[in-house]
């Protein structure tokens, strides 16, 4: 029997939602509350996304986790910025109570999905067979999985060791304990990971090709915040949805004044590291080429301490080539070391299978990505994405729910396909990260809402039918109606 002849069990999922990271889990909730069949279909064998898959000293997220959280379910910390592995139970925790892990099929490794215009239904091509719905959700996460190496002259010479810091484990100490250790990068992955690393190194030098600006925190969340999360233990729920939505506000606009007025966010790092250095260390380490919040801001928890401590050196210059016993850097300097850690960042990937369209490959370079949500002619797609500078999940579950909105639109009026027609369109990003840089080009060119998630769930993100194109429904697979998804099977084995 064909692929095509087989069905999951006469009857295919509504949807396929490809990743079970915070934003698949997500997604999931918002179908699972609408009804909606759905599967989840993902490669490894754990639900959490990048927060389980990587495991280095110090990874945690830079965003509040009263904001980072579901609003469906917030997370409670007497903590304002949470390690990876707490992030990792939560979503666990979350996916359990909610119902969600039992759409999850793990081990499942999506390589092509192919949308068929005739029959208004996307063919999912798996490791574990071939799978059969109207609507693909890509929640495949943004970064690919090798990171970013810079080539580095002499490398081979070194008579240590070079890793990323992705290619760390926590669990592995051995690797980085007692050693002097080159931590390289000035980014958010190298600035959480410092004061893990130092706690566990010889020595360790933080050495920076140009500075960024650095955000120190005490990490204890705010009287207000402190006051919700108790009211919300006590049942009162929606005063935390209010500071959810203030703390929202005002990231958003710390980053458009910043942006706007840039003297005066100069101004505000310059004070904020005044206790801490001299006025030529923060010209020389802490003043970067660029205005604040033109790069994402990195946030640091006891970096203040351990500098003004002289616990740990920061060094600004570029490497030159890399010698037997550490670097020789651009301005002459010579660097010693046992252990050189590349926080160097990521190369972005949104695509991390083979898209097309009735057997077509789809060319996603520089594809127009309407509200971070569908992508320029690939029907019934959608790929929920969140705002580079601030809070990922503050979009995704905005758009998550408009994208149910549409489906059941569709439900109702008997609609087969929906899409947005491809076009050109100029993409400036809000933030000019590095790995986006990089390949400005390659990347899919956000349109249709202001990147600050405070306004644009008001402006942006109610549904109107006028900004989509949809075909009535056509052909005879019916998806299915029992949303007992847990019977769902691939519908056929890949030869
Ligand atoms: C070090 C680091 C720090 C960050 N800090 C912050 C922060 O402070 N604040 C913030 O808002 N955001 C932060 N981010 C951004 C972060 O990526 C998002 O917040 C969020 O985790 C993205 O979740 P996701 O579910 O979209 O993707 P991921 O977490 O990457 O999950 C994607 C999932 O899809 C699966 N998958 C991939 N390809 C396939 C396939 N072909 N078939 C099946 N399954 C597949 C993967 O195995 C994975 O489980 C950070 C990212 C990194 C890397």
Redesign the pocket.
């Known amino acids: 029997m064909s692929a095509e002849q087989l069905t999951v069990e006469g009857c295919a999922p509504e949807v396929i939602v ?7 889990i997500g997604v999931s909730y918002y179908l699972s509350k609408a009804n909606i069949p759905h599967l989840v ?4 064998q754990e ?5 389980s ?2 495991r280095w000293p110090g ?1 945690r ?3 509040m986790i009263v904001k ?1 959280s579901y609003s469906f379910r917030p997370f409670l910390s007497d903590q304002c910025l949470v390690s990876s592995e707490t992030i990792a139970q939560y979503l666990r925790d979350a996916a359990r109570e909610l119902g969600m892990s039992e759409k999850i099929r793990f081990g ?4 092509r999905a192919d949308f068929r215009s005739d029959e208004q239904m996307w063919r999912v091509e ?1 490791n574990a067979g071939i799978f059969r719905a109207r609507f693909v959700v890509n ?5 690919a999985d090798e990171p970013h190496v810079p080539a580095f002259a002499g490398r081979e010479q070194f008579r240590g060791k070079i890793v990323h810091l992705c290619e760390l484990d926590r669990a592995e100490r051995g690797v980085y304990e007692g050693k002097r250790i080159l931590l390289v990068g000035s980014g ?2 190298a600035i959480s990971a410092v004061t893990d690393l130092h706690q566990a190194s010889a020595s360790l030098s933080l050495l920076q090709r140009s500075p960024s600006y650095i955000y120190e925190t005490s990490n204890r969340p705010s009287w207000l915040v402190r006051l919700a999360q108790r009211m919300h233990r006590a049942g009162w729920k929606a005063p935390l949805h209010w500071v959810r939505s203030y703390l929202q506000l005002m990231d958003d606009l710390v980053f458009v004044g910043f942006r706007t007025w840039p003297r005066i966010g100069k101004l505000f790092f310059k004070r904020h590291w005044r206790k801490t250095i001299s006025e030529e260390e923060y010209l020389q380490h802490f003043t970067p080429r660029y205005n604040p919040w033109e790069q994402r801001i990195p946030v640091s928890i006891g970096l203040k301490k351990l500098i003004k401590e002289k616990q740990i050196e920061v060094v600004t210059g570029e490497v030159e080539a890399f010698t037997q016993q550490g670097v020789q850097l651009k301005n002459g300097r010579t660097l010693s070391f046992d252990l050189c850690v590349l926080a160097t960042g ?1 190369e972005p990937q949104f695509f ?2 083979e898209v097309c369209v009735d057997g077509q490959k789809v060319e996603t370079r520089g594809i127009n990505f309407f509200k971070g949500m569908m992508m320029g002619g690939i029907p019934n797609f959608f790929q929920p ?2 705002t580079l500078h ?4 503050q979009r ?1 579950e905005v758009v998550a729910s408009l994208m149910v909105k549409i489906i059941r639109h569709m439900k109702r009026r008997s609609l087969g396909s929906v899409a947005i027609e491809r076009k050109e369109v100029a993409y400036r990003p809000a933030l000019k990260a590095n790995y986006i840089l990089r390949r400005l080009e390659d990347q899919p060119a956000l349109y249709g809402a202001w990147e600050l998630p405070s306004v644009d769930r008001l402006l942006f993100y109610a549904f109107r039918s006028r900004h989509y194109t949809f075909t009535p429904r056509v052909g005879s697979a019916q998806p299915m109606q029992d949303p007992a998804t847990r019977q769902l099977q691939p519908s056929a084995q890949l030869p």
């Not at 639900?47 to 927060?51: D, K, M, P, T």
């Not at 929640?139 to 970064?143: L, T």
């Open positions: 490809i990743g079970a990271g915070v934003t698949g279909l993902e490669k490894s639900l959490g996304g990048i927060w898959s990587q990874m997220c830079d965003s980072y499942v490794e999506v390589a798996t929640a495949n996460g943004y970064f958010a992955s990521y991390k299978f994405v969140g601030t809070t990922w999940t995704t």
